[in-house]
C-alpha cells in the first residue's frame, strides 16, 4: 500500500489489485494501454521482490503464477506513466530467456546467458536458490 500511495503523491493513477483466488496483491500504476495488464489500465507492479516493472510470470509459493484476473481498486486517477518500454521489453525477453533455459535442462548459450545474467544483475532479481 505504501507505493500506491507514493504513486498517488507523485501525481500518478495508481490501483491496489487484488488477487483474491491466490490470496496475493500487487500494484498498478497507470500506463500506457499496450503495456496495461489484462485490460485494467494499470501495469503490473510486483512490490514483494525485485523484479522488472511489467513481468508477471513469478512463481509464487503457493501457486506458478497469478492466473486469475484481478479486483481493482483505483486509488489515484492521476496521470499515466509513460517510460514502461525498456521494462516491458526486458521482462518479455526475460521470460523468453526462462522459458528456453527450462525445456533445455537450464543450458543457455553463453551469449543467451550474459544476457539473462545482464536482466538479472540490472533489476537486482533473486533467482531462487542462488545465493
Same mark, same amino acid.
Given at each position: *500500500?505504501?507505493?500506491? %500511495?507514493?504513486?498517488?503523491?507523485?501525481?500518478?493513477?495508481?490501483?491496489? *489489485?487484488? @488477487? +483474491?483466488?491466490?490470496? /496475493?496483491?500487487?500494484?498498478?500504476? $497507470?500506463? &500506457?494501454?499496450?503495456? #496495461?495488464?489484462?485490460? =485494467?489500465?494499470?501495469? @503490473?507492479?510486483?512490490?514483494?521482490?525485485?523484479?522488472? *516493472? =511489467? %513481468? =508477471?510470470?513469478? #512463481?509464487? !509459493? %503457493?501457486?506458478?503464477?497469478?492466473?486469475?484476473?484481478?479486483?481493482?481498486?483505483? *486509488?489515484? &486517477? !492521476?496521470?499515466? @506513466? /509513460?517510460?514502461?518500454?525498456?521494462?516491458?521489453?526486458?521482462?518479455?525477453?526475460?521470460?523468453?530467456?526462462?522459458?528456453?533455459? #527450462? $525445456?533445455?535442462?537450464?543450458?543457455?548459450?553463453?551469449? +543467451? @546467458?550474459?544476457?539473462?545474467?545482464?536482466?538479472?544483475?540490472? %533489476?537486482?532479481?533473486?533467482?531462487?536458490?542462488?545465493?
Amino acid at each position: *500500500m505504501l507505493l500506491v %500511495y507514493v504513486l498517488k503523491k507523485l501525481g500518478y493513477g495508481s490501483a491496489y *489489485m487484488v @488477487f +483474491d483466488r491466490e490470496n /496475493h496483491a500487487v500494484v498498478g500504476l $497507470k500506463c &500506457d494501454p499496450i503495456y #496495461e495488464y489484462k485490460n =485494467t489500465g494499470y501495469c @503490473f507492479i510486483e512490490s514483494t521482490t525485485p523484479v522488472m *516493472m =511489467t %513481468y =508477471t510470470s513469478l #512463481e509464487y !509459493g %503457493y501457486s506458478e503464477a497469478l492466473t486469475s484476473s484481478p479486483d481493482v481498486y483505483v *486509488m489515484s &486517477d !492521476g496521470r499515466a @506513466f /509513460h517510460g514502461v518500454e525498456e521494462e516491458y521489453t526486458d521482462s518479455i525477453r526475460f521470460d523468453e530467456l526462462q522459458t528456453y533455459a #527450462e $525445456k533445455n535442462d537450464w543450458v543457455l548459450s553463453v551469449a +543467451d @546467458f550474459n544476457e539473462w545474467l545482464g536482466i538479472v544483475r540490472k %533489476y537486482g532479481i533473486k533467482m531462487v536458490g542462488a545465493s
